[in-house]
Nanobody, 121 residues
Framework: QAQVAESGGGLVQPGGSLKLSCAVS????????MGWYRQFPGKQREFVAD???????MYSDSAKGRSTLTIDVDRNTISFQMNNMMPEDSAVYFC???????????????WGQGTLVTISS
């Protein structure tokens, strides 16, 4: 059974940096991409950044230029840093995992439980 574990987040000072990590454990599947989404109160979840297992990254316009996302393929772990955080970046951040199940070659999408990020002094 697959499990997604997020770490990081919490309170960040305006202008500071957010650091998040996400690890997926389990067997019977192969991860081909991981990333982060965020959700503001009363809004739909929105894309922030993702990375393939070959290291190809994509960033949202709001994250581009101030973010770095890396992957450790052997450990199925990603590390994310977003700089110059602003109060409007306050949201719940969710880890997203995209994988393929070995036994039947079907798509598997997993989500972390979310971590609250608050930008405030």
């Amino acid at each position: 059974q697959a499990q997604v574990a997020e770490s990081g987040g919490g309170l960040v000072q305006p202008g500071g940096s957010l650091k998040l990590s996400c690890a997926v454990s389990g067997s019977g599947f192969k991860v081909y991409g991981m990333g982060w989404y965020r959700q503001f109160p009363g809004k739909q979840r929105e894309f922030v950044a993702d990375i393939s297992n070959s290291g190809r990254t994509m960033y949202s316009d709001s994250a581009k230029g101030r973010s770095t996302l890396t992957i450790d393929v052997d450990r199925n772990t990603i590390s994310f840093q977003m700089n110059n955080m602003m109060p409007e970046d306050s949201a719940v951040y969710f880890c997203n995992v995209q994988a393929v199940i070995h036994s039947n070659i079907t798509y598997l999408e997993l989500w972390g439980q979310g971590t609250l990020v608050t930008i405030s002094s």
